[in-house]
């Protein structure tokens, strides 16, 4: 653990007011450097020493006073000029709930999906047509087999000539 992390430790620590339950690299750390050891023991005296001091009321105009010398003395405050700029922000935001008011009233709604029965006449026609083309695929095997195969590969296999007109 480095000196940074180990300082971070000890600021979480006295701002949770946990500083008994420093986590055991804090101690083994703060065993074997003098510096982090002083800078401990120096953030808890002045820890101690700020919540010894008498709490003092606030005055009941105190508050004022904050308000009227930061909030109200800044230039343009309150005016004009302020004025148009908030009239502006309403006119605006006026328009955009207007605008998205009337976008979700004249938005049609989305069509409805097919129904129960819709989806099993869909079914029932996928698999005719699946059924169409599985014969289709065997009659194509077959005449494969039995007009190219038989009559093309097979004598040429056995040695036979096709083509009577070509010679080996």
Partial sequence: MTCEELRLHIHEALDDGTMGALPELVGSHLATCEACREFKDDLESLSRALCALPRLPLPEDALDAVWRETI???????????GFWRLAAAASFVTVLSTATLYLVFTPAPPPGPSAVELARASAQAEMVFGYTA???????????????????SPAVRGANPHPSRRP
Wanted: charged share 25%.
């Fill in 135 to 153: 014969r289709a695929l065997a009659a194509t095997r077959t005449a494969t087999t039995d007009r190219v195969l038989a009559s093309r590969v």
């Fill in 72 to 82: 109200r003395a800044r230039p343009g405050a309150s005016g004009g000029r302020a």
